[in-house]
């Protein structure tokens, strides 16, 4: 059974510690961790793959799935992820947006 959620609805499930659905279709989800804290988590495959071919250092050190990073350089990262065709899923307290 699906269930559709309302923003609050989400904020509620959310804020509870509940986790709720992601949107379908979005490589990567950005959200808020600490006070100058922000986490990227890549969600698709293909963003999977972007990220180790950009990211990843020579030695073969690569990202986890998910990573911290402060609001400018989430910004910068997202910003270029963006202009490559890549879709993020923003986390706020008022629900989920996608972009």
Not at 20 to 44: K, M, Y
């Amino acid at each position: 059974m699906n269930a559709t959620y309302t923003r609050t609805g989400e904020a509620l499930l959310a804020g509870a510690g509940y986790s709720v659905p992601h949107h379908q279709g979005c490589d990567f989800r950005l959200g808020h961790t600490a006070n100058n804290e922000w986490q990227i988590t890549v969600l698709s495959p293909r963003a999977q793959a972007w990220v180790s071919n950009e990211l990843c250092s020579p030695l073969g050190q690569c990202l986890s799935d998910s990573f911290k990073v402060d609001i400018l350089s989430a910004d910068q990262f997202l910003k270029e992820a963006r202009a490559l065709g890549f879709r993020t899923e923003f986390v706020g307290r008022s629900g989920r947006d996608l972009f």
